[in-house]
């Protein structure tokens, strides 16, 4: 069964350094999500990506924030300074057309120290 | 501004009962509702969703259920397994953002006991 896949499983960094997270949607869909859930509370949406651009963010996903799909399977999330108040757990979603079905990863967590 | 919530934070149900998970939501432009099971250290999983013109809609084993006069949504389990228990979620968009956002609600903890 085709699945998102996301790297890496788990990254622990200091405040004010970059992180990317990387993320395999299924290979078909067109429409790619981040969510993040801060631990023990909701998920919530960043950002939605389609036909190469962002299609709508939150407030949450500011100047700090972008995607990027730099090739035809990979879609990532750059942090450019990470704040103590970003360690969460980060979805990678993705559906396909005509379907509001989302199919997410299993999550990178990152740690902000 | 919208928000989607559940009314129990945690549940807690006897193998082989049903389960009743219910959610109460404020956005009346909504065109989805959906229902998302969250296991301990995976993403949510899509369970079933309702479109806003319809009460009722069934799957295996599931039954989500729609009252829009109280803007109320549940999501009835039959048959609760030990491998029903996780997360659930339930969340809401609207049609016309396919490439858009789901609203999540905070999460009910079904616990189902052998």
């Known amino acids: 069964e085709p699945e998102v896949t996301q790297t890496p499983s788990h990254q622990v960094t200091q405040m004010g350094q970059e992180v990317i997270l990387r993320c395999v949607p299924i290979s078909n869909h067109l429409y790619f999500y981040w969510y993040r859930q801060i631990l023990g509370q909701k998920v919530e949406f960043l950002v939605s990506?389609?036909?190469?651009?962002?299609?709508?963010k939150s407030e949450i996903f500011d100047d700090q924030f972008s995607v990027e799909r730099p090739d035809g399977s990979n879609f990532t999330l750059k942090i450019r300074s990470t704040k103590l108040e970003d360690s969460a757990m980060y979805f990678c979603a993705s559906s396909g057309r005509g379907t509001g079905e989302l199919f997410f990863g299993e999550g990178s967590r990152l740690t902000v120290l | 501004g919208e928000s989607v919530g559940l009314h129990l934070p945690t549940l807690s149900v006897q193998e082989g009962d049903n389960s009743i998970i219910n959610c109460a939501y404020s956005?009346?432009?909504?065109?989805?509702f959906i229902w998302y099971k969250q296991e301990s250290g995976k993403g949510p999983q899509f369970i079933i969703d309702i479109r806003s013109n319809m009460d009722k809609r069934q799957g295996q084993r599931v039954t989500v259920l729609l009252n829009k006069t109280v803007k109320h949504l549940s999501l009835q389990i039959a048959a609760t397994q030990p491998g029903d228990s996780a997360v659930y979620f339930c969340a809401e968009r609207r049609s016309d953002t396919n490439a858009g956002k789901s609203t999540f609600g905070d999460g009910t903890t079904l616990t189902v006991k052998p």
């Open positions: 956005n009346s432009a909504s065109d989805y």
């Open positions: 990506f389609y036909n190469n651009e962002i299609s709508e």
